[in-house]
């Protein structure tokens, strides 16, 4: 079965920057866009990057674009984001997904798969 593994996550200060990293197995994503998406307590989930795996098109919310980096390696596949000039705001618990569909989407609904998700602290 196809499973999604986050890693990177940790605690940083405000201002800081992390890395985190998905890494997908047991299905076929070369073609396929993924993206992260993250849940703060009490919180809604949240839609924050996607792409498709050739970086032609990119998708980043409002609330963390400039600041925030998704890339992709189609080869395992992988994808990551790079988050800088982290705010407090910015934690929550994400979760990386894939989505049959090539071009990269915003709404959760559209992914069938998820990893458990990894732990993002931002002090203030």
């Known amino acids: 079965q196809v499973q999604l593994v986050e890693s990177g996550g940790g605690l940083v200060q405000a201002g800081g920057s992390l890395r985190l990293s998905c890494a997908a197995s047991?299905?076929?994503?070369?073609?396929?866009?993924m993206g992260w998406f993250r849940q703060a307590p009490g919180k809604e989930r949240e839609f924050v990057a996607a792409?498709?795996?050739?970086?032609?098109?990119?998708l980043y919310s409002d609330s963390v674009k400039g600041r925030f980096t998704v890339s992709g390696d189609n080869a395992g596949p992988t994808v990551d984001l790079q988050m800088s000039s982290l705010k407090p705001e910015d934690t929550a618990v994400y979760y990386c997904?894939?989505?049959?569909?090539?071009?990269?989407?915003?709404?959760?609904?559209?992914?069938?798969?998820w990893g458990q998700g990894t732990q993002v602290t931002v002090s203030s």
């Open positions: 047991g299905g076929t994503f070369s073609r396929n866009a």
């Open positions: 997904a894939t989505t049959p569909l090539v071009e990269p989407t915003m709404w959760p609904g559209e992914y069938d798969y």
């Open positions: 792409l498709n795996w050739g970086r032609g098109n990119i």
